[in-house]
């Protein structure tokens, strides 16, 4: 006789209990035994019960749970089943799904095991999963010339496993009523009073503030700020180190000064631009019956030798047929002409940020990442392992943006100048510019000059997550590849990587994309972009939107107004006719806070309590990559008490495991 301890823990989520009874399977080399548990309603419980079988089963290969009700099919989320055998070995079968029906679901225990590494009741195992992975996470086209995405019209279509658990789900939703109420009141209030002064937005500018928020109420007018927003502000990514004076700035005659000033700056390197030429050309919104407007600014700043980077002029508009020579805007310009120059730049910095930053760069980018690591990865291969902790809640969060933020009659069309249209344009030309490198902190910040600047926080700051999630993929890959010719050989991990590459970013091998892992080092490179752009670049690009547009004329979502082509007759009726209205205004002011918040149910980088590896040298692989996260937290909040203004996004705290909002 051989006797079993079998644990079964339930999961912590609401409603993750069930009331219907399960039968546990026990498969091994030898034989198989069954016993019924009825899994607690009570969430986050384990319960253990003995199982005594009329011999030893021998190593345990399976875990079968089948799911019996009468009336009502109650999902039940299981979290993970551990067994100790007659000889005092406990095997784990990691589940970390929902059990539904009463077709058995079959956990395989959770050793790490390659193709080809596996028993051949492995191999099987893992062939048939795939099959039916690919049934249920299928490619759909959301737009034409866009990065594939999961096939789901809507989230209800989702997988059961990729969707929101139920706390969040509440929370979401809860926000977006609270987010609406919270504009119905600021939209009678503002009845009561005027809206044709920069103060009048402080009627409607309350609610969930920071210091960093009051900070930009304050002085968002000043160049100091509006030049640190490019280092790092919500989008750090298009500034760059110029090495020629930009061909599309036209100096006018008698800018002689300023021309010997940007040749002065460029030869010291200290000469910086931000070119928005990707916006030109694309058409603008119509809301409620308004036509709005676009601009594709060029701006070109200087470093001081303090670390501030202050603009020096700016362009509005490219040269045209009719307008060969564009106005150039500078600080020492009027008040208002200068202020509205650079809120055209802000607008613009907007879009670019929102579409190609955040929406294409980490949302689309590591949806694909996601469809891909469940189509082609089983549950047993290590890089399954280590990458589904970072794709939770991803294909939810993206199939809610496409029905309810960028889609018809989203709140793209209902609030933002590049709405109605021009967003997709602009998403199709960012993803011809998505390029390999541009993911890779190293390369990206090398190739835009941007190593070495004191100032430069987030550059600082990305650079070593890079290194550490580096040190973390390397010690995970070195387990389980321990040559370059076994990367080679694994049929399952070359065809996530043809899938990631050739389908799902459409043919990126033309941008850099490797469409198959020869080296160790590649797998390691590529592993640790995938991990990076799940947590580290979403954090950096998504947190800061909350603190930088709750105050809106620092970032106008859009301009109802063309964009100035002389510096005569700006009065501040001109600003203020360029800037979002009271309801646009209200709606960015909803949406950045339901973005850019804290989620309650946040788990932080590397802090996931999912145990998908079963060994104790992975484990302690984890618990390394958990040591540097915390070693850095400590040096970035030393670093931030001796800053006048503190840089937190990075802070490995701050960070979430995956693309979650």
Same mark, same amino acid.
């Given at each position: ?116 590494? /596996? ?43 990729? *969707? ?79 090495? /020629? ?42 809301? *409620? ?226 469409? /198959? ?22 954090? +950096? ?96 909040? +030393? ?23």
């Amino acid at each position: 006789m051989g006797r079993y301890r079998v644990r079964v823990a339930t999961g912590a989520a609401l409603f993750s209990g069930s009331h219907n009874r399960v039968r546990l399977r026990l498969v091994g080399a030898r034989g198989a035994a069954e016993l019924e548990l009825r899994p607690r309603p009570a969430r986050g419980e384990e319960e253990e019960q003995v199982l005594d079988a009329p011999e030893d089963l021998g190593p345990l290969r399976f875990v079968e749970l089948r799911k019996l009700h009468w009336l009502l099919d109650d999902a039940w989320f299981c979290e993970r089943v551990a067994v100790r055998g007659p000889n005092g070995a406990e095997a784990a079968f990691p589940c970390y799904r929902w059990v539904r029906g009463e077709r058995a679901l079959r956990l395989p225990e959770g050793t790490a095991r390659l193709a080809g590494d /596996s028993l051949d009741v492995f191999q099987q195992h893992r062939e048939q999963e795939l099959e039916e992975r690919q049934q249920t996470y299928r490619w759909a086209t959301w737009k034409e010339g866009l990065p594939l995405t999961i096939a789901a019209d809507r989230k209800e279509n989702l997988p059961p496993n990729m *969707r929101f658990h139920e706390e969040k789900r509440l929370d979401f939703e809860w926000s977006l009523k609270a987010g609406a109420l919270e504009m119905v009141l600021k939209r009678v209030y503002t009845l009561l009073g005027s809206w044709n002064r920069l103060e009048d937005y402080d009627q409607i500018f309350w609610g969930q503030k920071s210091a960093l928020t009051e900070r930009v109420h304050r002085c968002w007018k000043d160049d100091e700020l509006f030049g640190y927003q490019f280092l790092n502000g919500a989008n750090p990514m298009l500034l760059r180190r110029a090495t /020629s004076l930009p061909r599309r700035l036209v100096l006018p005659v008698g800018m002689e000064e300023l021309q010997a000033q940007l040749e002065k700056e460029l030869q010291n390197g200290s000469l910086f631009e931000a070119d928005f030429i990707l916006l030109d050309g694309i058409p603008a919104n119509v809301i *409620r019956g308004e036509q709005q407007h676009l601009a594709a600014p060029l701006v070109l700043l200087k470093m001081e030798p303090g670390g501030k980077l202050l603009p020096m002029a700016i362009q509005i508009q490219p040269p045209s047929p009719s307008s060969p020579t564009p106005t150039l805007f500078l600080p020492s310009d009027p008040p208002l002409v200068w202020l509205l120059a650079k809120s055209w730049v802000r607008n613009s910095d907007f879009q670019l940020h929102q579409l190609q930053y955040h929406l294409l760069n980490t949302h689309l980018v590591a949806e694909v990442i996601a469809v891909a690591t469940m189509r082609c990865l089983p549950g047993l291969h290590p890089i399954f392992k280590l990458l589904v902790p970072h794709i939770r809640y991803t294909m939810e969060i993206n199939t809610r943006a496409r029905t309810q933020l960028i889609s018809d009659g989203g709140i793209f069309d209902q609030a933002v100048s590049t709405g109605g249209g021009g967003h997709i344009e602009l998403l199709r030309r960012a993803l011809a510019q998505l390029t390999y490198r541009s993911l890779c902190p190293p390369d990206d910040l090398a190739d835009r000059g941007l190593l070495g600047i004191p100032s430069a926080l987030y550059a600082q700051d990305a650079l070593r997550l890079w290194e550490i999630i580096a040190r973390y993929v390397e010690g995970i890959v070195c387990l389980f590849y321990q040559r370059d010719d076994v990367v080679r050989g694994d049929p399952e991990l070359q065809a996530w990587c043809r899938e990631i590459t050739k389908v799902g970013l459409c043919q990126a091998q033309d941008r850099g994309f490797p469409i /198959s892992f020869q080296t160790q080092a590649q797998l390691c490179h590529f592993l640790t972009m995938c991990i990076f752009t799940c947590t580290v670049q979403h954090g +950096a690009i998504n947190q800061g939107q909350l603190e930088w547009y709750a105050w809106v004329p620092n970032a106008p979502c859009t301009m109802r107004m063309p964009p100035p082509t002389s510096k005569d007759g700006v009065t501040m009726a001109t600003v203020m006719g360029s800037l979002p209205d009271i309801q646009q205004s209200c709606l960015q002011m909803t949406i950045t806070w339901h973005l850019g918040r804290r989620q309650p149910d946040m788990v932080p980088l590397g802090r996931h309590k999912e145990k998908y590896f079963s060994g104790s040298k992975a484990k302690a692989v984890l618990s390394q990559f958990q040591r540097d996260l915390e070693n850095l937290e400590v040096d970035i909040t +030393a670093r931030n008490e001796q800053l006048d203004l503190p840089y937190e996004y990075l802070k490995p705290s701050h960070i979430e495991n995956s693309v979650t909002i």
